[in-house]
């Protein structure tokens, strides 16, 4: 078969069957998908460590549990190990009827446990590797500047090329794994500096901190899958990043990346990038959008309200990218406040908050009267995905409220702001 | 008679009648649905695409712009293409996207489909093209609108 990419002898040897029938597919698909975008040649994965966006054992997915079998019978492993999008199923801490349970565990993630051994077989890096945050330092999977990935999830690609400064392209599921097995990408898009150009100017000219969800979504609907360079967001996340600054772009980059397509954005005097190269980022016909709080509010009441109408909230998910250690602790302090505000000792809409299982970890040897004294009020934490439990059609049923613009998207879930959903969940509002 | 030239992705020569998306093709959302009850022809389940929402697309020539939605996009034409229920044809007026190629990508090489895909059409031709139209798609990229 003839390539137009620049291939290696070694990486031809692959082609051709030395290493395998198997391998050879899998680096076909990687060169083919290449070509596609004009990759002229493949680069070395320099962060070994792999993250899937496949977690969920979902019965329709056939190929994906033969193409996996397919793998492990011909040996192939990704060698650094990788992590993986959350589980789709918690009963201990997200309950379910007998009908849901029925249809999780029968229906919709069958497949879920044999899925997990073919996981472990391929490199999963450990039983706790399931979170959308595998870039949190509790999780440990946080490449560095420069460094090239073979990532998907759209939510932590965004997060690793925008904040931390490493390069990724919007992988699909399963060319995830194929690059983390032969330890190469196609070098194209976000991988190139050309590809890494804003052609977009966004300029914040808010009274306030603008919301992070709202503000990326206004974003990401705007400009799709290209790349904004923002100005004015200095004023109120400052020019250092720290715990805070990272848990706000990762909310604000998820929604950029789920209400558009957006796989890297520049936050003038902020972001690596940015800070380094400044404005020589923007491309000279980059175009322009204004953000002020009227903008804001015009994408926030757009968006669709999918609930039957008259509808009051039945569940509340907060943590649509799994939240932060600092999130979930403010989070847990605030809907302790507001609830014995109310004088209330339980919360009025059954709320799960959600974070990977070693921020999970974290917070309870850390705050361990703190998650007693939220217990109390009858919210729950779970490592699982909200995407995936809203994935049931028999939650259309349900009055699901979040504050996350992903979990909107995707889902019959209604979006709230922050403030708003304490009060929803406290009893304050209806 | 409209003839539009576009670059082969995967190609084939084949005949047959269109369906038209004029916005974003949420991969997951139109296909979850017929795939998970293991049905036999996909009727396009994604409510926020009013022009193809209950349409049967099972071997029709599917046109769109780009695809949209969950990064199991690609996993999920592959998918159906393993099931023999996917779309004939993809015409996509824009640069294919990285899910939709993933996919195509997969199909070909793993489920050894003969999937057809053309993509860089143009905008005039998502224009042109009604569904119920039948369509021309030749191996050079070439597509008729008959």
């Known amino acids: 078969m003839e390539y137009k990419m620049q291939l290696t002898d070694a990486q031809r040897a692959i082609l051709e069957g030395s290493e395998g029938e198997v391998k050879a597919k899998v680096l076909e698909t990687l060169v083919r998908f290449g070509e596609i975008f004009g990759a002229e040649k493949l680069v070395p994965v320099t962060h070994k460590e792999g993250h899937l966006v496949t977690s969920f054992g979902i019965g329709l997915l056939k190929p994906l549990f033969r193409t996996m079998d397919e793998l492990i019978g011909a040996g192939l492993k990704a060698e650094g190990g990788f992590t993986v999008d959350p589980r789709p199923i918690d009963y201990e801490n997200v309950r379910c009827n007998p009908l849901f349970k029925l249809i999780f565990s029968k229906i919709m993630y069958s497949k879920q446990a044999d899925y997990e051994r073919q996981l472990s077989k391929v490199g999963l890096s450990d039983a706790?590797?399931?979170?959308?945050?595998?870039?949190?330092?509790?999780?440990?999977?946080?490449?560095?500047?420069?460094?090239?990935?073979?990532?998907?999830?759209?939510?932590?690609?965004?997060?690793?090329?925008?904040?931390?400064?490493?390069?990724?392209?919007?992988?699909?599921?399963?060319?995830?794994?194929?690059?983390?097995?032969?330890?190469?990408?196609?070098?194209?898009?976000?991988?190139?500096?050309?590809?890494?150009?804003?052609?977009?100017?966004?300029?914040?000219?808010?009274?306030?901190?603008?919301?992070?969800?709202?503000?990326?979504?206004?974003?990401?609907?705007?400009?799709?899958?290209?790349?904004?360079?923002?100005?004015?967001?200095?004023?109120?996340?400052?020019?250092?990043?720290?715990?805070?600054?990272?848990?706000?772009?990762?909310?604000?980059?998820?929604?950029?990346?789920?209400?558009?397509?957006?796989?890297?954005?520049?936050?003038?005097?902020?972001?690596?990038?940015?800070?380094?190269?400044?404005?020589?980022?923007?491309?000279?016909?980059?175009?322009?959008?204004?953000?002020?709080?009227?903008?804001?509010?015009?994408?926030?009441?757009?968006?669709?309200?999918?609930?039957?109408?008259?509808?009051?909230?039945?569940?509340?998910?907060?943590?649509?990218?799994?939240?932060?250690?600092?999130?979930?602790?403010?989070?847990?302090?605030?809907?302790?406040?507001?609830?014995?505000?109310?004088?209330?000792?339980?919360?009025?809409?059954?709320?799960?908050?959600?974070?990977?299982?070693?921020?999970?970890?974290?917070?309870?040897?850390?705050?361990?009267?703190?998650?007693?004294?939220?217990?109390?009020?009858?919210?729950?934490?779970?490592?699982?995905?909200?995407?995936?439990?809203t994935n049931n059609p028999l939650t259309k049923l349900q009055a699901i409220a979040t504050n996350s613009n992903k979990l909107r998207t995707y889902s019959a879930a209604r979006y709230y702001k922050d403030e708003e959903i304490l009060k929803i969940l406290s009893g304050e509002v209806q | 008679m409209k003839t539009f030239k576009g670059r082969v992705i995967a190609g084939g020569n084949w005949e047959g009648e269109a369906v038209v998306s004029h916005g974003g093709f949420n991969t997951l959302a139109t296909f979850q649905k017929s795939a998970m009850a293991n049905k036999k022809e996909v009727i396009a389940a994604d409510q926020n695409n009013k022009d193809i929402f209950g349409l049967n697309i099972t071997g029709k020539a599917l046109c769109l712009p780009i695809t949209i939605g969950s990064t199991t996009g690609g996993l999920v034409i592959q998918t159906v293409s393993s099931m023999g229920i996917n779309p004939k044809c993809f015409l996509f007026s824009e640069h294919i996207d990285s899910l939709a190629a993933s996919g195509i990508v997969l199909a070909r090489v793993w489920e050894n489909s003969d999937v057809i895909a053309v993509d860089m059409l143009g905008e005039e031709f998502l224009n042109t093209v009604r569904t119920g139209d039948i369509v021309k798609v030749e191996e050079d990229g070439t597509v008729t609108i008959l």
């Open chain 1, 128 to 389: 706790d590797a399931f979170s959308c945050t595998c870039y949190l330092k509790e999780m440990g999977n946080r490449p560095g500047k420069g460094d090239v990935l073979s990532w998907a999830e759209s939510s932590a690609v965004v997060f690793a090329n925008s904040v931390l400064g490493a390069r990724c392209n919007r992988n699909s599921g399963m060319l995830d794994l194929f690059g983390s097995i032969v330890g190469y990408v196609p070098y194209f898009g976000l991988l190139t500096d050309e590809g890494r150009k804003a052609t977009w100017k966004v300029y914040v000219n808010t009274s306030v901190k603008p919301e992070a969800q709202i503000l990326g979504s206004a974003i990401g609907m705007k400009v799709m899958e290209e790349v904004p360079y923002v100005y004015g967001l200095n004023k109120w996340l400052g020019e250092e990043l720290n715990d805070e600054n990272e848990a706000y772009l990762k909310n604000f980059g998820a929604a950029t990346a789920s209400n558009g397509a957006v796989g890297l954005y520049h936050i003038d005097k902020l972001t690596p990038e940015a800070r380094e190269s400044g404005e020589a980022l923007i491309t000279p016909d980059a175009k322009t959008y204004v953000i002020d709080d009227e903008e804001l509010e015009r994408v926030y009441k757009s968006y669709p309200v999918m609930w039957k109408e008259g509808a009051k909230a039945k569940l509340v998910f907060i943590g649509c990218p799994h939240l932060s250690y600092n999130e979930l602790t403010l989070w847990a302090e605030n809907i302790v406040e507001a609830v014995g505000r109310q004088g209330r000792k339980k919360v009025a809409v059954r709320t799960v908050l959600t974070a990977s299982p070693a921020v999970v970890k974290r917070f309870e040897s850390e705050n361990a009267e703190l998650k007693e004294k939220l217990y109390l009020t009858g919210a729950r934490i779970s490592s699982i995905c909200p995407l995936m439990y």
